[in-house]
Nanobody
Framework: QVNLVESGGGSAQAGGSLRLSCVASVDTDSSYCMAWFRQAPGQEREGVAGIDSDGSIHYADSVKGRFSISEENAENTLYLQMNNLQPEDTAVYYC??????????????WGQGTQVTVSS
């Protein structure tokens, strides 16, 4: 079982930055992997960035060059640094995890989400 808690959402002006954090609580010694997703009102959930089980890092085309995913294993924390934010980045951002991760596949564990709102 993996419990995920996101933080760091909020409001920003276009061109601004925010950093999201996701702390994982895992009740097993198995390794796990994590990713960020987002869902805007009226739209489907989309993958933003993820770290596969083999260490590969993936980004959605819409955030490449602006967002950066990283992890602090000692603190069981996943980060998403978001720079040059744009109004179209407005969404609820979710942290996801699983024990085997391949970008594009489903994740079994989800956080509650954190709202990011970008104004022009």
């Amino acid at each position: 079982q993996v419990n995920l808690v996101e933080s760091g959402g909020g409001s920003a002006q276009a061109g601004g930055s925010l950093r999201l954090s996701c702390v994982a609580s895992v009740d097993t010694d198995s390794s796990y992997c994590m990713a960020w997703f987002r869902q805007a009102p009226g739209q489907e959930r989309e993958g933003v960035a993820g770290i596969d089980s083999d260490g590969s890092i993936h980004y959605a085309d819409s955030v490449k060059g602006r967002f950066s995913i990283s992890e602090e294993n000692a603190e069981n924390t996943l980060y998403l640094q978001m720079n040059n934010l744009q109004p179209e980045d407005t969404a609820v951002y979710y942290c996801a995890a699983d024990f085997w991760c391949v970008w594009g596949l489903e994740y079994n564990y989800w956080g509650q989400g954190t709202q990011v709102t970008v104004s022009s």
